[in-house]
């Protein structure tokens, strides 16, 4: 901590101040009514249950990314990020990933040495159609505490939070 002047307080931090004030009474703090780590437990538990219902083995990220590339075939692995909401970085672990599974092909591109294309191949249409197909019955679990109204509801504030234009 650095010097002050007698008589004068030290400058404070106003996050540590909060920081210091929540060590004091986190009782107060309801992590089930904490928006972020709502989020992150919802994730959680949906990535589980699609785990249990897939029977090819694919990831909800993987069958995201193979629906991408099915609607946009011979898509740069950038776009096919863009369009999956996912960093080129992340993304190209999981086409990685996808890639050995034997559901994609990357090829370089002919216009542009220095970019990969992505297309799937039989195996990653017949997976990605199975896993379209399980789309609806895994929704209907996902939010199967919520009526119908309430999914509306969740998926138009999601959306809305995402800037997800109709």
């Known amino acids: 901590?650095?010097?002050?002047r007698p008589g004068t307080r030290?400058?404070?931090c106003p996050r540590i101040a909060v920081w210091r004030s929540a060590l004091k009474s986190p009782k107060h703090f309801d992590l089930r009514r904490h928006l972020p780590h709502l989020l992150r437990r919802a994730?959680?538990?949906a990535e589980a249950l699609f785990a249990s219902m897939s029977d090819e083995g694919a990831t909800s990220r993987q069958m995201a990314l193979l629906v991408a590339v099915h609607q946009m075939p011979g898509a740069s692995q950038s776009q096919v990020a863009q369009?999956?909401?996912?960093?080129?970085?992340t993304c190209s672990d999981l086409v990685a990933r996808t890639t050995a599974k034997?559901?994609?092909v990357r090829r370089r591109s002919e216009t542009d040495r220095r970019t990969?294309?992505?297309d799937l191949t039989e195996t990653g249409r017949e997976v990605m159609a199975a896993s379209v197909a399980v789309a609806p019955r895994y929704q209907a679990r996902l939010a199967e505490r919520l009526d119908?109204?309430?999914?509306?509801?969740l998926t138009a504030l999601l959306r809305k939070m995402l800037g997800f234009d109709d």
């Open 83 to 89: 369009a999956i909401g996912l960093d080129l970085n």
């Open 148 to 153: 119908k109204g309430e999914r509306e509801q």
């Open 43 to 45: 994730h959680f538990e």
């Open 116 to 118: 990969f294309c992505l």
């Open 102 to 104: 034997g559901y994609l």
């Open 10 to 12: 030290p400058l404070q």
């Open 1 to 4: 901590m650095t010097a002050h």
